[in-house]
Every structure is written in C-alpha cells, then in structure tokens.
C-alpha cells in the first residue's frame, strides 16, 4: 500500500471529526467575560452539561494533512454516536480514493487507488505503534468534547488560564489510570489529559493528551465556535500530534447535515483487492 495514503488513512481517521447540525447559523463573537470562582465540581458540571450531543450526523470538510509535505483532500463524514465513523477521501479534484470505517472493536482501510484494504482493531494499533486509543477517545476528541477522566477529585487540577482566557482542568485518564494501578500505583500522573475551557459557553478551546514517559502528546485546538439548535461547536479544528515527528491536521468544516437511523455506512471490500498489513 502507498506509504503516504496508508499514513494518512491511519491518522486521519484516528483523529478526525468534528461536526454540526443543519440550521441557521450565529457565529459567536468573541469576548471577554469574567470568570467565577467554580469549585472542582461545579466546573466538571458545567462542563458535561454543555457536551455537544447528538444521535447521527453527516457531514463535509476540506483537510489539509502535513507530515514534511502537505497534501489536500475532501472528506465526507458520518457518524452515529457510540457506534461508527465512516469515512470518503478523495483529491480536491478526483474520484474518491479512500474508504475508512471505525467501530468500537475494528478499524478498516480501503485503497482504491492501489486496489488493497486493511482490516485490524485498536489493540493492534495500539500495540503496533506504541499508542492508547479507543472508539471513545476519537469520537470525544473529534467532536470537541471531553474524554472520560478520573472523577476523584484529589486527582484533578482545576486553575485559571488568564493567559488564555480559559478555564482549566488537569486530570488522568480512566483508561490509562487502570491499566497503571495494576504495575504500580503512584503512576497514575503519567497519563494526563488537559482541557481549556472557555468561560462563556463552557466549550473546549483546547486539548491536550501526553504522555511525558514517550514524549508523545497530542493537541486539539477548536476555534470559530458556532451556535446551532442552542448548542455550540467549532467550525475549525487544528490538530497536532508530536511523536517520532510533527503531524499536523486541519479540518475546515462546510456542508453539514443531521442525520438519522436510516444513514448508510456502506463498506464493501471489492474481491480482487488485496488485505495488506501495516508494516
């Protein structure tokens, strides 16, 4: 499989989504609003009453991918909530070119350009690249709400960011807590999750995962938030992912629809294709 389409199929659809609802916009200017001094609790409550929620959604976008080179792509988009990301790739002039389809338990590729398809799962990737991502991570990341964290508040920090206009949280992940409690438990503070939340509406203007040990870390950053069907969303987001090298994702949101139980996530793997495996 192309080197390049394989990279960016891998990490695009582990990190790319971002959506709204089709209606009247009311783009939200910015200002300055003065902060309250919230408690851990009441900042944590504030900020899962104003998660983007949603059933099922499509949606289009043109993303700009750099990893050394830049390349440009279109991508039609859909989702139901807990269940499925589906994706179409295709040149900003062209016939599409990729297929992507994520559960909670498989990711699958297909190729149309060198006739070949992946099938694998997140523990594979996971153990392959020397990552931690589930279904639940990708689809919170993407659409702008937070990842499940450690709700024990001696293990939360909550501050605020004058410098960023922004409240701020600081916590590990569920996931990663678990999974180090059982080596050694004074290792919980390896795994952090960090989020920027406006004072406004609550939203996340930035997030942050690391992993100080590796020195991987990933950064979201969400602007031109949008009111639609009285909830807030970013129409832009900016992804940065810093491993053996920078990647950089951005996503410019432009068609978008709500869906229903009746979207298709047609997946259909042609005969003669080839499964490849990620080297």
């Not at 959506?19 to 009247?24: E, L, M, P, R, V």
């Not at 499925?84 to 498989?106: C, F, H, N, Q, Y």
């Not at 990842?147 to 410098?163: G, M």
């Not at 678990?178 to 939340?197: G, H, S, V």
């Amino acid at each position: 499989m192309n080197k390049n389409i394989l990279h960016f199929l891998l990490i695009f659809s582990c990190l790319f989504l971002l959506f709204s609802c089709k209606t009247q916009k009311e783009v939200i200017e910015k200002e300055r609003v003065r902060f309250r001094n919230y408690n851990d609790k009441e900042l944590l409550d504030s900020l899962s009453k104003n998660e983007f929620k949603f059933d099922v959604f499509t949606a289009k976008a043109n993303v700009k991918f750099t990893d050394g080179k830049e390349n440009a792509f279109k991508t039609h988009i859909r989702i139901k909530k807990d269940s499925a990301i589906w994706m179409s790739i295709t040149p900003l002039l062209g016939i599409e070119m990729a297929r992507v389809l994520i559960t909670k338990d498989s990711l699958k590729f297909i190729n149309r350009i060198d006739k070949e398809y992946f099938l694998g799962s997140f523990d594979y990737i996971n153990e392959k690249f020397g990552v931690d991502i589930d279904y639940q991570m990708l689809e919170a990341i993407l659409v702008g709400n937070s990842i499940d964290f450690d709700d024990d508040e001696k293990k939360i920090i909550t501050s605020i960011d004058r410098k960023k206009h922004a409240y701020f949280i600081s916590t590990a992940r569920k996931r990663q807590i678990r999974k180090e409690i059982k080596k050694d438990k004074n290792k919980f503070k390896n795994f952090t999750q960090a989020l920027w939340i406006a004072p406004d509406n609550f939203k996340i203007i930035q997030l942050m995962l690391s992993a100080p040990k590796s020195d991987q870390s990933l950064v979201s950053t969400y602007t031109n938030h949008e009111q639609i069907d009285n909830q807030f969303f970013p129409k832009k987001i900016n992804v940065n992912l810093n491993s053996d090298k920078i990647i950089t994702i951005d996503i410019d949101f432009l068609k978008i629809v709500l869906g229903n139980d009746d979207t298709s996530f047609l997946f259909k793997i042609p005969s003669k294709y080839e499964r490849v495996e990620i080297k």
